[in-house]
């Protein structure tokens, strides 16, 4: 009878076999699954925005954007893109030294940037359409993101962690399941739980930042925010990447390290151990 699920040390092998890929694509199929995995976040990030804004008591504001914001990620997982976060578990196959440093980072940077142009442009096709007018959806948009901008070097690193980790447990849970329930199911509970914290993700701030400043252009939208004048002058573009950066290595530290890595550590390294201590016994 057939599982209905892998294994963990099934699931493992996959990553590896999945990185190798990832790895080897052509730079311009990387590039192009990079935006649309950034096009499809931002339209997550959008609607979990308009569905919570107008929303006084902060709990259940980001309960109901967190019930909104998955549909990003389940596309991502369904119909196939790159997104950076979860392309950190890449160093799966870097430890078993199936691709290169060089193939990793090169990956990492082409598809970080290809999220950032698909963010980009849903935001621009956002602003474009007037749906910033809707309630106070572009006052909201520059709060998010003058907030974000404000947050300290130290802090936004920890968030990215704790944000990559429950991002790549989403991600390696799904590759378990076998048909699309499983991998719907996999990709909403995580994710429901990491915008319910308010974790960082860097390709969801890529959104976030490129409305925030589109919406700060409009004056109505400034003062819908009533954001406090000093937050509001770190919404800038050096504002934006004294986030970003952060936010970018602990989410490649909670990623890479604290889930790619230590499932390779608990499933390929031990094992390797063992095998080579029963060859000794057997000897």
Same mark, same amino acid.
């Given at each position: %009878?057939?599982?209905? %699920?892998?294994?963990?040390? @099934?699931?493992?092998?996959?990553? @590896?076999?999945?990185?190798?890929?990832?790895?080897?694509?052509?730079?311009?199929?990387?590039?192009?699954?990079?935006?649309?995995?950034?096009?499809?976040?931002?339209?997550?990030?959008?609607?979990?925005?308009?569905?919570?804004?107008?929303?006084?008591?902060?709990?259940?504001?980001?309960?109901?954007?967190?019930?909104?914001?998955?549909?990003?990620?389940?596309?991502?997982?369904?119909?196939?893109?790159?997104?950076?976060?979860?392309?950190?578990?890449?160093?799966?196959?870097?430890? @078993?030294?199936?691709?290169?440093?060089?193939?990793?980072?090169?990956?990492?940077?082409?598809?970080?940037?290809?999220? =950032?142009?698909?963010?980009?442009?849903?935001?621009?096709?956002?602003?474009?359409?007037?749906?910033?007018?809707?309630?106070?959806?572009?006052?909201?948009?520059?709060?998010?993101?003058?907030?974000?901008?404000? %947050?300290?070097?130290?802090?936004?690193?920890?968030?990215?962690?704790?944000?990559?980790?429950?991002?790549?447990?989403?991600?390696?849970?799904?590759?378990?399941?076998?048909?699309?329930?499983?991998?719907?199911?996999?990709?909403?509970?995580?994710?429901?739980?990491?915008?319910?914290?308010?974790? @960082?993700?860097?390709?969801?701030? %890529?959104?976030? =930042?490129?409305?925030?400043?589109?919406?700060?252009?409009?004056?109505?939208?400034?003062?819908?925010?009533?954001?406090?004048?000093?937050?509001?002058?770190?919404?800038?573009?050096?504002?934006?990447?004294?986030?970003?950066?952060?936010?970018?290595?602990?989410?490649?530290?909670?990623?890479?390290?604290?889930?790619?890595?230590?499932?390779?550590?608990?499933?390929?390294?031990?094992?390797?151990?063992?095998?080579?201590?029963?060859?000794?016994?057997?000897?």
């Amino acid at each position: %009878m057939d599982k209905k %699920m892998l294994s963990p040390d @099934e699931i493992t092998n996959y990553v @590896e076999q999945v990185g190798v890929k990832k790895a080897n694509n052509k730079c311009v199929q990387t590039l192009f699954l990079g935006i649309l995995a950034g096009a499809f976040i931002a339209l997550g990030a959008y609607a979990s925005s308009v569905a919570s804004h107008g929303i006084s008591d902060p709990g259940l504001q980001k309960f109901v954007a967190g019930i909104v914001f998955p549909v990003g990620l389940i596309l991502v997982l369904i119909c196939g893109a790159e997104l950076f976060t979860g392309n950190s578990l890449l160093s799966v196959a870097w430890a @078993e030294k199936k691709i290169t440093t060089g193939q990793m980072f090169k990956n990492w940077t082409l598809v970080w940037i290809g999220n =950032f142009i698909g963010a980009a442009f849903v935001a621009i096709l956002v602003f474009e359409s007037g749906l910033l007018s809707t309630g106070n959806v572009g006052g909201y948009a520059i709060k998010v993101a003058a907030a974000k901008a404000s %947050m300290d070097f130290v802090p936004a690193i920890a968030s990215g962690i704790l944000c990559n980790v429950i991002v790549c447990v989403c991600v390696w849970g799904s590759y378990a399941a076998k048909d699309v329930t499983g991998k719907i199911f996999m990709g909403f509970f995580p994710i429901f739980a990491f915008v319910i914290a308010g974790f @960082e993700h860097c390709v969801a701030n %890529m959104y976030y =930042f490129s409305i925030g400043l589109l919406a700060k252009t409009n004056s109505a939208f400034v003062e819908a925010s009533h954001v406090a004048v000093e937050k509001l002058d770190n919404l800038t573009i050096g504002g934006i990447f004294n986030n970003l950066i952060p936010v970018t290595i602990g989410n490649i530290i909670g990623g890479a390290v604290c889930i790619g890595l230590v499932y390779w550590f608990i499933y390929r390294k031990c094992n390797k151990k063992n095998i080579e201590i029963r060859e000794k016994l057997s000897a």
